[in-house]
């Protein structure tokens, strides 16, 4: 049975490490910021949707993803202050895009885009957008020193109901790659053959996804 689990994007959820300090004292300093937008960028599963949720739910705004950007999205944008959208790949029309950006400069708005690029490297077609997109605050999520890695690891295990020696989130952490994205994979192996095997997650369960 493919059960669900439920991730927890709370505050107090959010480690606070070297890789990701600059981006999460931004979030905690607004709206004391230079610019009215802030890019945070870096590896998919680095902590960019949780600093959202933990911005809207401090300051209130809205939250879309970028397939979600339409013309009949800009009358929800009239009614806050703070506009975040989540893994923006530049998939969506150039001119919405620049669009937001002009909504958000005249109403003196604040907008959060969370992409994996910093968005003044994208390849616009665009040449309006291509200028105002380098108009922003700009910060990056590092991959994550062990400090980080241990808590992602314990907190991916406790949003799955898994209670988790310590030596071995030690062990894991000296063999695995220093990546967001091995670490999500990897950590899904495990859980999903310690599942077949009707067994705890141990050394040899660890050993074999290894």
Not at 107 to 125: A, G, H, M, V, W
Request: hydrophobic residues 35%; contains cysteine; positive net charge.
């Amino acid at each position: 049975l493919n059960f669900k689990y439920k991730q927890n994007f709370n505050y107090n959820d959010f480690y606070v490490s070297e890789s990701n300090y600059y981006s999460f004292k931004l979030i905690e300093k607004w709206p004391m910021w230079e610019k009215n937008i802030l890019n945070i960028f870096g590896e998919k599963f680095c902590g960019k949707t949780h600093l959202a949720n933990i911005f809207i739910n401090k300051n209130k705004g809205i939250k879309i993803k970028e397939e979600e950007i339409n013309d009949a999205v800009f009358k929800k944008f009239k009614l806050y202050e703070n506009i975040i959208i989540d893994d923006y790949k530049n998939k969506c029309d150039e001119k919405l895009m620049y669009s937001i950006f002009n909504l958000v400069d005249q109403d003196n708005k604040y907008l959060i885009i969370n992409s994996r690029t910093p968005i003044n490297e994208i390849n616009y077609e665009l040449n309006d957008l291509k200028s105002r997109s380098k108009n922003c605050l700009f910060a990056k999520i590092d991959n994550p020193d062990d400090e980080l890695m241990f808590a992602i690891i314990l907190k991916s295990f406790s949003d799955r109901q898994i209670l988790i020696d310590k030596k071995l989130i030690d062990y894991i952490i000296k063999r695995i790659d220093r990546s967001y994205g091995k670490i999500e994979e990897f950590i899904y192996k495990v859980d999903e053959l310690s599942l077949k095997k009707k067994k705890a997650i141990d050394f040899k369960i660890i050993k074999e996804i290894l």
